[in-house]
């Protein structure tokens, strides 16, 4: 059974850093994509940033130069290191897995709040 778990949100100021991470578990299925999405008030869900398990990142045009994301396949991990946070960061941050046989897993959700 799949499972997503994310950790590492919460509230910063502004110029502040936070670190997410999310661990996904599949029955032994591979992973094909791993990245981050979110979703602020009143707004559709957006890409943050994805990487494949060649490593080959993707940004949004919003985050590139603050965040960074990274991956360890051994362990099915992928972390989104966010600095220089903005207030227009402020959303809900979803883990995504694209599975190589199976399709996608979404995690339930991290808030990350900035604000003074």
């Known amino acids: 059974q799949v499972h997503l778990v994310e950790s590492g949100g919460g509230l910063v100021q502004p110029g502040g850093s936070l670190r997410l991470s999310c661990a996904a578990s599949?029955?032994?299925?591979?992973?094909?994509?791993m990245g981050w999405y979110r979703q602020a008030p009143r707004k559709e869900r957006e890409l943050v940033a994805t990487?494949?398990?060649?490593?080959?990142?993707v940004y949004a045009d919003s985050v590139k130069d603050r965040f960074t994301i990274s991956r360890d396949n051994s362990k099915n991990t992928v972390n989104l290191q966010m600095n220089s946070l903005e207030p227009e960061d402020t959303a809900v941050y979803y883990c995504y897995v694209r599975w190589v046989m199976i399709g996608v897993s979404w995690g339930q959700g991290t808030q990350v709040t900035v604000s003074s």
């Open positions: 990487i494949t398990s060649g490593g080959g990142p």
């Open positions: 599949g029955g032994g299925f591979s992973i094909a994509v």
